[in-house]
């Protein structure tokens, strides 16, 4: 499927690439005519992951490491081997996620910001500071956060998991504002972009609960189509921006 896709050529980094959402973004990207570099901790799940997104793309160029997200230099010693096997680094798509939540407010455990804040946040500073500049570098970097409405509006149960999405986003705004000055005068050559979501469904969800609305969610499939159009428009665009795919709060 290289060669003629809207991304034709591209390099591609997906951290969290063995959950739904990531594969669904490794098919996506693939079909787009993208290298795919796939991440997970888990290679069992990775490995699933990348084999289905080749079968289903027909043979497209779909690569998996595991990498563990959380130690710094495991992350910046993926982005040097992509980046050198490769040749370049056009985007790394953030899926790592997870969620904890309580009844109320007063039962908040702070075990669940010490469990979220690692996969919401650490893993994000890490691929940021791990590939930033390699995103410069390319003429279409692109470093796309995968973001949650409830850091825009926090309910009492949800109070660990919002102060992550929203500290996970101002790191990507940070980013956003590198990209920014890096670019000079005439403005960003690559981007930072936030995409929100109320919540993510897929058909195993369905599949289980066939008589929920799942209301407001974004499928796993529309939002790799999101993921693909980030690179459809210019750097200035949508560098230091919310793509809201969900009702703005």
Do not use: C
Request: without cysteine.
């Amino acid at each position: 499927m290289t060669g003629n896709g809207s991304l034709s050529g591209a390099v591609i980094a997906v951290a969290g690439a063995g959950g739904p959402a990531g594969r669904a973004a490794l098919l996506r990207l693939a079909e787009a005519g993208a290298t795919v570099v796939g991440a997970d901790n888990d290679p069992q799940r990775l490995s699933e992951a990348v084999d289905a997104a080749r079968y289903a793309s027909g043979g497209a160029s779909v690569t998996g490491d595991t990498v563990d997200l959380l130690d710094l230099q495991s992350t910046r010693d993926w982005a040097a081997h992509v980046e050198k096997d490769f040749g370049r680094v056009d985007g790394l798509v953030h899926l790592v996620g997870g969620w904890r939540g309580s009844e109320t407010f007063t039962k908040t455990s702070l075990d669940d910001w010490d469990f979220l804040e690692l996969l919401l946040v650490k893993t994000v500073q890490h691929t940021s500071l791990a590939f930033h500049e390699a995103l410069q570098r390319s003429e279409r970097g692109r470093y796309v956060l995968i973001s949650a409405a409830a850091a825009s509006r926090p309910t009492a149960g949800n109070a660990a998991y919002a102060a992550g999405k929203a500290a996970a986003e101002a790191w990507t705004l940070a980013l956003a504002d590198f990209f920014r000055k890096s670019g000079g005068p005439e403005g960003p050559t690559s981007a930072a972009a936030i995409l929100v979501v109320k919540a993510l469904v897929h058909d195993a969800m369905r599949a289980e609960r066939p008589n929920a609305k799942f209301a407001g969610f974004t499928d796993v499939k529309d939002l790799a189509e999101a993921i693909e159009g980030v690179w459809s428009k210019s750097a200035a665009e949508v560098n230091g921006n919310r793509l809201w795919l969900t009702e703005k709060p």
